[in-house]
């Protein structure tokens, strides 16, 4: 008798959730990376928006810890879903804050955005 293969035994929802979160992580590390960094086109990004730029490293903070969230999310759903609640706050004021100050160079916050609607949306349905 062969053990059963776990992987081909696990929600195609778990997986594609995995992925996602997986994904998402790596990305908010990078733009937290570049934001703790202060890349000089994200610092002109930021502050073109009226974020003040000595509060920035507040905004890689942020970032560094949803990315810790989503990935502890994965052992513990209930914490996968509140950094992803979180993050769709986050990215949606992200958004806000662009409109606001009329600017339209919104590529990076809407894919943030989108990414971490869909993670939330994953973490919720595979919980059900």
């Given amino acids: 008798m062969t053990a059963p293969d776990t ?4 929600n195609p929802m778990d997986i ?9 992580a790596v990305a908010l590390t990078g733009s937290a990376a ?10 002109a990004v930021i502050a073109g928006v009226g974020f003040p730029e000595h509060r920035m490293w507040l905004l890689g903070v942020l ?3 949803a990315a810790v969230g989503l990935l502890a999310g994965l052992a513990y759903r209930p914490l996968g879903i509140a950094a992803a609640v979180g993050l769709v706050a986050y990215f949606c004021a992200a958004v806000w804050m662009h409109l606001r100050a009329r600017r339209y160079d919104l590529a990076g916050p809407i894919l943030f955005l989108a990414l971490s609607g869909a993670t939330l949306v994953l973490s919720v349905y595979a919980t059900a």
């Fill in 7 to 10: 992987f081909t035994q696990r």
């Fill in 16 to 24: 594609a959730l995995t992925a996602l979160s997986i994904t998402s």
């Fill in 34 to 43: 570049a934001t703790l960094a202060r890349t000089p086109a994200l610092v």
């Fill in 63 to 65: 970032k560094l810890a």
